[in-house]
C-alpha cells in the first residue's frame, strides 16, 4: 500500500509552458504536463510507481545483503 495523492500536499509551477507538480513529502514525486489537469491525472500513477521502485530496491538490498552475509559467514 503506497502513499495516496489526498494525502500529500501538492504543489504546482507553471515552468516554461510545462505546470510541473511536485511535493515537500514525496521528494521524488516530479510530473510534468502542458495540460495542468493531465499532469494531476498522473500523480497517483506516478506516486505508484514511486512505491514500487522503492519495494524493488529495498528487496535488491536485501537479496545484496544477505549474499554478502553468506559470502563472510
Request: net charge negative; hydrophobic share 40%.
Amino acid at each position: 500500500m503506497g502513499i495516496k495523492v489526498n494525502e500529500i500536499q501538492i504543489q504546482c509551477k507553471e515552468v516554461g509552458g510545462m505546470f510541473v507538480l511536485t511535493s515537500p513529502e514525496v521528494p521524488e514525486l516530479h510530473v510534468a504536463n502542458v495540460d495542468k489537469q493531465v499532469a494531476y491525472a498522473s500523480v497517483q500513477a506516478t506516486l505508484d510507481m514511486i512505491g514500487r521502485m522503492k519495494e524493488r530496491l529495498a528487496a535488491r538490498n536485501a537479496h545484496e545483503e544477505m549474499q554478502s552475509e553468506r559470502r563472510y559467514a
